[in-house]
């Protein structure tokens, strides 16, 4: 049933009013959006966001939603370089009162069941472990057992802020990242859940490290951010 509820949703549009951008660190920026008052999602889901202030080529982005339902605001946060596409661009632009559509929430990203969990984030794939870290503390269930490993290896983490209750560790190096992966397998084996969010090449070097460490496929759960 929740499969099905989940496959319908992509159907939803919502329009949504920009409030405002936060630069989070070099060349990484949220932008913010009211929240309409019967849009709601799952914490690590993402929605397919459309520029509709102008023409452009590939109009329409998956942009995880990087905050909570009660947080009341639509938040997505991108990085964005010296030579952005004409989506990011056309973000750039926007100012206040400006909207965007978003067609979702879509996505199976989110955590079903209590227990220990590792959230593996790779680069600007933090994103979804925002919303999941949010909705965690304020319903102050699993706290104590989930483990959150961020690799940036420019080391521009961002969101610590939001991360000051969780057990995390902010990574630079993939030979860190494994160690911290293989402490956590090693005590948990195939009763964790795991959460592995960024660029391609990372999360299925990770998703194999994990399976080498006999944790079954059913078990961990991959957001494979295309486009990186
Ligand atoms: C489930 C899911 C969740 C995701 N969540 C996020 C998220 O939370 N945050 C996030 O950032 N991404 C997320 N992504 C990836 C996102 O959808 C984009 O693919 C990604 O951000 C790259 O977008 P882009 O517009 O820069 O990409 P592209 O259009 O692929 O551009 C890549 C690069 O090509 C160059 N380029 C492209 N067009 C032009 C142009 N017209 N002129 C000059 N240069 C150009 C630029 O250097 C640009 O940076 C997610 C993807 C998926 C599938």
């Known amino acids: 049933m929740s499969f099905f509820k989940d496959a319908l949703s992509i159907f939803k549009k919502s329009e949504l009013i920009f ?10 920026y949220s932008f913010l959006f009211k929240k309409d008052q ?82 593996i984030a790779a680069d600007i794939g933090i994103t979804p472990f925002r919303a999941l870290v949010k909705q965690i503390e304020a319903e102050q269930t699993n706290s104590n057992k989930v483990k959150l490993l961020y690799l940036d290896s420019q080391n521009g983490h961002i969101y610590k802020e939001d991360f ?43 998703a194999e490290h994990l399976k080498s460490n006999h944790v079954s496929k059913r078990s961990i759960k991959k957001d494979v951010f295309m486009g990186y």
Not at 54 to 75: G, H, Q, R, W, Y
Request: no cysteine; aromatic share 8%.
């Open 19 to 28: 409030i405002e951008r936060v630069k989070e660190s070099a060349g990484v």
């Open 38 to 119: 019967d849009l709601t999602w799952k914490p690590g889901q993402h929605g397919l966001f459309t520029i509709t202030h102008k023409k452009i080529k590939n109009s329409t982005k998956p942009l995880t939603v990087a905050s909570t339902p009660s947080e009341d605001v639509v938040k997505v946060t991108t990085k964005i370089g010296d030579n952005p596409s004409d989506f990011k661009s056309a973000l750039l632009e926007l100012e206040a009162g400006m909207k965007v559509s978003m067609s979702g929430p879509v996505g199976s990203f989110y955590l079903k069941e209590e227990g220990p969990a590792l959230f």
């Open 164 to 206: 000051k209750n969780v057990d995390v560790e902010f990574l630079t190096t993939k030979e860190k990242l494994l160690q911290e992966v293989d402490a956590f397998t090693e005590q948990h084996k195939d009763n964790g859940q795991y959460f592995i969010a960024g660029p391609k090449a990372e999360v299925n070097m990770l």
